[in-house]
């Protein structure tokens, strides 16, 4: 299970790296293999597209079964809404734990990335929520947005919208508002370390005159968090 | 701001490669320093100690100004309860801005590290807390722990002890206990991609028979994560 970090090759570790170079067969949704094309042009490639998930897992199972080294790659970290979990499930249901060996290689997650871009809005506790109702009632989404915005958490938005769930960020918002100020920095980063990479540094009043869609994460400060020129910063409290 | 990652090479990217590479000034917390001496023997390094947080970044910060390319390490990701906010808070504070480029490059942080080691404990949604109260008020934190607990989040604990804090994991785990289960599976690692690396599951129950200080990281189940073999998985919800 490799991460692949944000897309940018230079944030790809050596471990991945190597897993890349050692792997007989590489399995992916496409979109990710894309980013790799270059690395793994002697190798079998299995690339479904979205909504593919067990179907990837079943075919890098079978791979591994049949004695293969397989790399089974995820943007950002495999175990963060990718599908570590999901290959750990569908091994221990088939009884192949133990006979398969997995390695997680982590990788740098959006969250993290995009902070990056921002300055540095997590600094102090956060917590992290995927907007996708896919596979999750909408009614836990939102019993979660009420208890981070309660406990003053920063709150990194993973999956804020796509073409069918356009009100999903709006209702996030609404959440937000009634435990945050309309002045809390919220910072929209798209495409973070890749080509067309877009930075915006808002508040939570304005956040919706924004593009926002399924390559966007979205972060919303707490009641710390400070707007510093250009940059979203959250104080950790040292004095200075 | 270099982040390191969890402290071994082959999980260092080649950004932060590049950055340690072409600085002439290293600055950094012991510890830090070094993980990465072998990496920067023809620099001048400038390390100090735990709590001179101040310091290091004023350190940091007059390096750039005198025209050095400066690299400033952390351990892990610099944006997450690292110097990249100090930094950014000072320069500011200082006039500086603009004035002393900053690239923030973003390493793997512990929470990611370590879920990678115990299995796929992240596929879903989390909070990051912090139990130190150095800076922040123990109030706060309880109430965090009490809306992360009653969020159903899967809980992700930084800075779970030390020599002088050796009541806050109970305590933390107490309020855990007041939302969650006691057979919730619980993951503590320590030294993740170190020398001395140890991986423990165990649950809400049982976890405080098992040693806890400052270099573990301590992830908390949600009510959907399961022990499945020798791994915590909190299961993303697909149909298998």
Sequence with gaps: MVGLGPGSADLLSPRAMKALREARVVVGYKTYIEIIRDLIRDKKVI???????????????????????????????????????????????????GKIDVEIIPGITSATASAAKLGAPLMHDFAVISLSDLLTPWEVIEKRLEAAAQGDFVVVMYNPASHKRVDHIKR??????????????????????????????????SMLDFSIDMLSTVIIGSSGTRKLGKFMVTPRGYSI
Tied chains: 1, 2.
């Design 172 to 205: 996030a918002r609404e959440i937000m508002k009634g435990h945050k100020s309309g002045s809390t920095p919220v910072g929209i980063v798209r495409n973070a370390d890749r080509e067309d990479e877009s930075i915006i540094v808002t508040d939570l009043d």
């Design 47 to 97: 690339s479904t597209g979205m909504t593919r998930e067990v179907e990837r897992c079943a075919a890098a199972i079978d791979q591994a079964a049949a004695g293969m080294d397989v790399a089974f790659v995820s943007s950002g970290d495999p175990g963060v809404y990718g599908m570590a979990g999901l290959v750990l499930e569908m091994l221990h249901k088939d009884g192949l734990e």
